[in-house]
């Protein structure tokens, strides 16, 4: 859906996004678990894990692994002479908690997060906080949603001689549930490391209903607009499509995201409810 989290998030691993979307969890809901895969450009690629738990009346919590590199990088010395090869690494630890309050809904979370890059690596910490606010009005007949998300704030990481403040942003949206099977959201991210950005997104649902079958499942087809993947990106950029299945206790995400004359990202999700 283009990126649109603030508060569009549905399922654990959009935590990553929004941690206040933790609070959609009701107290009868049961625990769920993500594990998603990345595809990137070339030989880069990227993973996560994520666990959420309703743990009271008004609460729920997450635990979450995000994960990236990618094939073996040759290295060099001072003088261009071949010295070996490395792989480079970045990860990142977090927990999360969101907390009802009435129609609103507040989250905080921390973050440890490690980066390697040949025989060197660093250490740093992030807060993530997150607002959501359900049914603020009707537009038609459908509720619209407000979030807002702060991330990645923490000192910077530091490789060797060299100290990178991290890429921290705030990320304000809304989503508009226009029915029962149709979704549009619209996202306004603000990051400290470039200008800031809109994403759009849609989501067309499919149950099973509609074709007369009584199965638990429903299908999904997604797509959305990201304005950042278009800057300096030549060919066809910025789009991206996709589609689900939820089924029983479990669903399956696909989304295509093309890099223009780069390539293009293939992401895969999972999850299961228990």
Known sequence: MGGVAAAAGQGVDAVFLNPAVLSRLEPESPSELAFGYDALIETAYSGLAAFARPVNRQGAFAVGLLYASQRAQTSYNGVGDMTGSFTPSDAALGGWYAHRLGPVSAAGGVKLIRSALAERSAMSGAVDIGLL??????????????????????????????????????????????????????????????????????????????????????????????????????????????????????????????????????????????
């Not at 998300?149 to 000192?155: K, L, R, S, T, Y």
């Not at 530091?158 to 809304?174: E, F, H, I, N, T």
Request: overall charge negative; hydrophobic content about 45%.
């Open 133 to 274: 606010a359900s049914h603020v009005v009707e537009v038609g007949d459908g509720p619209l949603d407000l979030g807002l998300a702060i991330q990645h704030v923490g000192p910077p990481i530091k490789l060797g001689a060299v100290a990178d403040p991290l890429p921290a942003r705030a990320r304000v949206g809304m989503m508009w549930r226009a029915s029962p099977t149709f979704d549009a959201g619209f996202d306004l991210v603000l990051p400290v490391d470039q200008d800031p950005y809109m994403s759009m997104g849609v989501e067309s649902r499919f149950p099973a209903s509609m074709i007369g079958s009584v199965k638990p499942w429903t299908a999904s087809v997604r797509a959305g607009f990201d304005e950042s993947r278009t800057r300096g990106v030549d060919g066809l950029s910025g789009l991206s499509a996709g589609g689900g299945l939820d089924f029983f206790s479990a669903r399956v995400d696909y989304a295509w995201i093309p890099y223009g004359d780069m390539g293009s990202v293939n992401r895969i999700t999972l999850g299961l409810r228990f």
